[in-house]
């Protein structure tokens, strides 16, 4: 994971680390504690704007993005039954925007977002959502943040997507975590 010379950790960075480190990672779909560590260093830098979560399940990379200082959006079906109200009083310190809904529908409207984290569902099908997102969600110079990107072709989605800038990286399970950044 790289890092400008000037993304220096605060004292407030590292006791939001602290917060993201001691959430319960113990249910098998939760995203590794390296990955949402990642996502709230990638995305503080868009303090103050904007977020859509697609795919919440227990709500670890919901706070990681409210951490980072973000406004969120979480679309999530509750299909895993019983996590919503754990979510829910995870961030219950942060204004988030729940919506109980597939992630699609976040396509409705003409809302764009600085960052956009998508931890749904994956294999093939879900590259053409992801097409969608990176085109219609996506602000310029804003993040696409997919989860679980070692599950579908990675190169068919950079050619769909026009080849940006991108970076990978893989938790201790073998999981992977892609990160797509829209420049002008």
């Not at 602290?18 to 303090?47: A, C, G, M, P, R």
């Not at 068919?156 to 975590?177: A, Q, S, V």
Request: with cysteine.
């Amino acid at each position: 994971m790289n890092f400008n010379e000037n993304d220096l950790l605060t004292a407030q960075d590292a006791m939001n680390l602290l917060k993201i480190e001691q959430l319960d990672y113990s249910v098998v779909n939760t995203t590794d504690v390296s990955h949402i560590k990642e996502i709230y260093l990638k995305s503080k830098k868009y303090k103050g704007g904007t977020a859509c979560e697609v795919g919440s399940l227990g709500g670890h990379g919901t706070f990681s993005l409210c951490l980072a200082g973000l406004n969120v959006t979480s679309y999530d079906n509750d299909g895993h039954k019983g996590f919503k109200d754990k979510r829910e009083t995870l961030c219950k310190d942060f204004n988030v925007n729940w919506i109980v809904q597939e992630g699609l529908y976040a396509l409705n409207d003409n809302v764009k977002y600085d960052v956009v984290f998508h931890d749904s569902y994956h294999f093939e099908e879900v590259i053409p959502e992801l097409v969608a997102f990176w085109f219609y969600k996506v602000k310029d110079e804003g993040m696409l943040i997919v989860h679980d990107v070692e599950t579908f072709s990675h190169e068919r989605f950079m050619f769909l997507i026009g080849n940006p800038r991108f970076e990978r990286t893989k938790d201790i399970h073998g999981r992977e975590l892609g990160t797509y950044y829209k420049n002008k």
